[in-house]
């Protein structure tokens, strides 16, 4: 699309409310679902809430497919689709509702660096995690990324997303690293959190923000998640700022939404969200 | 310690953004490192650059891993931050790393002018002989690679618009970080950092370089706190090579008088390598009998390959 006709479909979206039956799509909550990408969709989530915009969670098998840029969550809104938490943050901005306006240009830039700082750190450990890790990835990536379709397809789509996620991985140069390395790395990203956070209930000021929305997603869901080990809860764990933030946040925008069943599930029931 | 790195260029100490990052943080530090600037990669001791030789864990690759021994000695230019300085620096580095560095990238190695007339011309000239021939070619393809990796490979169709969308989301990056800066003179008040080192590094090359294809480059001149903070950081910390280095590589320069030097060089290696392709074949020709000097016709002692086809098949 050229730029035109960008500023085109950004107006034509400006122009419509937003709708009642938007939907937020992702793969298949028991059984398929993997760390990283339940991340990012708690945190599309978390950032609707915040936004009072209601949507509802669907989930399919193929959502990765569906999805314009490959990642999951994407959400539908009447005839348009955005994939991920930067284009959607955009396309809600630009239908008149955004978290960050009361920010001023130091502040915006600061919240930018620290969202970089989860993806680059925070994801990027999950994804080593789940599928460069060996035990974790037999026992539990493996299993789970093709659960819904049947033998031998499962095994050769799980290779081939470990094929492709490895290669990123030695791009980015995190293949070299070991596993100490990489829980080294997530706790040096969750110290700059919370000294970020200090005792000050969101990132800034009283009202959350995006940067809110995202580290929530992360932490919430490393918090929540079983593993084949507990190193990585244990190292968020050890912030109890950190912890508090994320209870805060749950109890505030997910548990008030009767409507939201679909989040409250998850956080109700962690133990039995995946198999060990 | 020794440090291996790339040589400069550009009127820059080096011309590689991670070498880059570790001169001028040891600078800041003042750690006392020795430099050796060369311009053939496989002579460090891991085969890339930059590269530190320590006495005690051998030889480090990767530009953080460097950074972190050289704190781990105790020249940490961090000394003085607060806790909450560090937690930003920490942001500040993803961000540059996210953002502005696959542009970069872009930029100097993938963009189809900037790369022939520019980027691969200086390494082509720098790089000796004969390494200089797919080095280069070779160093754009893993670049390449690696930004397809970054950017996902779906996004091929839209390339065009992937390019535009990841500029502006750059030039957003330059803008946020003049903003950061404001009027001050390093990021964190007087005294560098190690997050000075790092947008140093990414911002210096860009400015200095002479890129036909300059669009960023141009956001970046707009942004006077930014220039301004890249000049003085060269004009403190790297006062004499700023361009020419009197060090021990002197293929440096692209300098007319590195090109002459490199001219009979190659011109010999050049003429050599035709006298003594043409010797073999003569000799060949000879002891295997295809062409043999006869005291007789002209046409008989020529040793072109239509004659000898016919002299083989009088033979026959």
């Known amino acids: ?276 | 310690m020794e440090l291996f790195c790339w040589a400069g260029g550009w009127g820059l100490p080096s011309v590689d953004p991670d070498c880059l990052a570790v001169l001028t943080y040891a600078r800041f530090t003042g750690a006392p490192l020795k430099v050796h600037k060369v311009t053939n990669p496989w002579r460090s001791p891991s085969g890339c650059l930059p590269a530190l030789k320590t006495k005690e864990e051998g030889v480090l690759s990767q530009m953080h891993q460097i950074i972190t021994h050289l704190r781990k000695q105790q020249y940490n230019a961090d000394y003085d931050l607060s806790a909450r300085q560090g937690a930003d620096t920490l942001a500040f580095v993803s961000l540059l790393e996210e953002k502005l560095l696959p542009v970069l990238i872009h930029t100097f190695w993938v963009d189809a002018k900037n790369y022939v007339e520019h980027t691969r011309k200086w390494y082509a000239e720098a790089i000796p002989f004969p390494l200089n021939f797919f080095l280069p070619n070779r160093m754009h393809k893993q670049h390449l690679e690696r930004l397809q990796l970054i950017w996902g490979e779906s996004c091929l169709e839209d390339e065009e618009e992937l390019e535009k969308e990841m500029y502006r989301e750059a030039r957003e990056c330059l803008t946020l970080l003049s903003q950061r800066l404001g009027d001050q003179k390093f990021f964190f008040g007087d005294s560098p950092a190690s997050l000075d080192a790092f947008v140093f590094s990414h911002l210096a090359p860009l400015l200095k370089a002479k890129l036909p294809n300059g669009k960023l480059q141009q956001h970046l001149k707009s942004l006077q706190n930014l220039c301004d903070f890249c000049s003085s950081i060269l004009s403190l910390y790297f006062p004499w090579d700023g361009g020419d280095i009197p060090s021990s590589a002197p293929k440096a320069s692209a300098s007319e008088g590195t090109e002459s030097e490199e001219e009979p060089y190659k011109r010999r290696n050049q003429i050599l390598s035709v006298l003594v392709g043409l010797a073999a074949m003569i000799g060949y020709a000879f002891l295997s009998g295809i062409v043999s000097i006869q005291r007789g016709p002209p046409g008989a002692a020529s040793p072109r390959p239509i004659a000898m086809e016919e002299e083989e098949e009088e033979e026959e």
């Open chain 1, 1 to 276: 699309m050229s730029l035109v006709a960008e500023a085109f479909v950004t107006q034509i979206a400006a122009a419509e409310p937003w709708p009642e039956n938007a939907a937020l799509y992702q793969q298949l909550k028991e059984e398929q679902i993997l760390l990283s990408d339940n991340a990012s969709s708690l945190a599309v989530q978390a950032f609707l809430q915040m936004c009072n915009l209601p949507v509802q969670v669907v989930c399919r098998a193929n959502a990765e497919y569906m999805s314009p840029s490959g990642k999951v969550p994407f959400i539908r809104v009447g005839n348009q689709v955005v994939s991920e938490l930067g284009p959607i943050v955009q396309f809600v901005k630009a239908k008149g509702h955004s978290l960050s306006d009361g920010l001023d240009e130091v502040q915006k830039a600061e919240m930018k660096a620290y969202m970089e700082l989860v993806n680059n750190m925070l994801l990027t450990a999950e994804l080593y995690l789940q599928w460069c890790d060996d035990t974790t990835v037999e026992e539990i990536t493996h299993p789970r990324y093709g659960s819904p379709y049947p033998w031998p397809l499962n095994r050769i789509l799980a290779y081939q997303k470990q094929w492709e996620v490895r290669r990123k991985m030695k791009a980015i140069g995190w293949a070299g690293k070991s596993l100490e390395q990489v829980l080294e790395d997530v706790d040096q990203c969750c110290q700059a959190l919370s000294q970020r956070l200090g005792t000050q209930s969101y990132f800034f000021n009283k009202q959350p923000t995006e940067l809110d929305a995202l580290v929530f997603g992360h932490l919430f869901t490393i918090l929540t998640t079983q593993l084949t080990s507990d190193e990585l809860s244990e190292k968020v764990k050890n912030y109890s700022n950190l912890v508090a933030f994320c209870r805060r946040i749950e109890q505030h925008y997910f548990e008030d939404h009767d409507k939201d069943s679909s989040a409250s599930a998850a956080s109700r029931s962690p133990k039995s969200y995946l198999p060990s």
